[in-house]
């Protein structure tokens, strides 16, 4: 992409279509009672009310925000993928009031909510990221698309992990511990695993995948013969360098790309192409600067297909 091209300003999903994922239910939590403890290797443990969490300032992030999806079920794609603008403090401002001790290397993120999962009761959601990592890109977010977190979506405060799959960024956010291990768990070190291509044994499922999802048309729709706008997303941790659609099985054509924001956002990309009166499939796939592209299949990043019905001369396009 010629870096002359200005980055489109970001689009967003509204609330009600982005998805939810709760392991263990969503947690009753009145924010007068709340507080998020910060503690484990740090010069200074902290506990933080709302208000000393707005007193550390308010930041904009904009970032695309994707499922992993069961990992009882890797390879299986999900397409569960939203954008939205979140609202809150980097974590690295909560860190610089803590201060790591010498030998802090890990932080972990637990969750307000508990109960049984797979069998197991009394399981807490707990993830955790390396210091350095979780110093650099961790977000808090009190707000999200410009109101206050639904109670669904993490209320009053949840972990936002930019460019890594949604099961690290820890909703009902109320410890931060800091240690010199990772921790233990079910959703830290037995499940969320994978074996990376390339790597030899697993390691915890975090960076995002290359992927493209088409959004219009939708699967299933009725479209009129002619030329049709064939679009949709893009994202990788890396700038999405093309996006590439194909027709019923046919050649690989380039879609136009725009180019990535400033933020871990997502790109657009679209197609103008005629399709003649029956039934299409159409595929798209993305390669990203770092040279991955997207398998035709048997990945979560598989590409992603969707069919659709083009009438004939008797099928009008449906008004609004
Ligand atoms: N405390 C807690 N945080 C959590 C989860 C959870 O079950 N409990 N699910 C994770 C998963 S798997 C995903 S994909 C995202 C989903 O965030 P959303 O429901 O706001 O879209 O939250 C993550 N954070
Ligand atoms: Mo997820």
Redesign the pocket.
Known sequence: MSPQVPAPEPDFTPTDD???????GVPDIDVADWALVVEGLVEHPLRLDMAAVLSLGTQRLAAF????GSPFAPDVPTR?V?QVEWAGVPLAAVLDRAVPGAGARHVWFE???TGSFQGQDGVT?V?DLPLSVARGDVFLAHR?NGEPLRP???FPL?AVVPRM?????????TRVVLADRRPEGLFTTRLYNRVLPGESSPGPVREVDVSSKLFVPEEGAQLPSGEVELSGRAWSTTEVVSVEVSVDGGPWETAAVAPPGAGPTWQRFSLVRELAAGRHSIRCRARDLAGRVQPLAGARNAVHEVGVEVGGDGLKRRPG
Do not use: I
């Open positions: 982005v998805f939810v994922r709760k392991h263990l925000h994707e499922c992993f569960a939203a969750g307000a909510d959601y993830k999200m669904e979506h993490g949840r799959f949604g099961t690290n960024s820890v909703k009902w956010l």
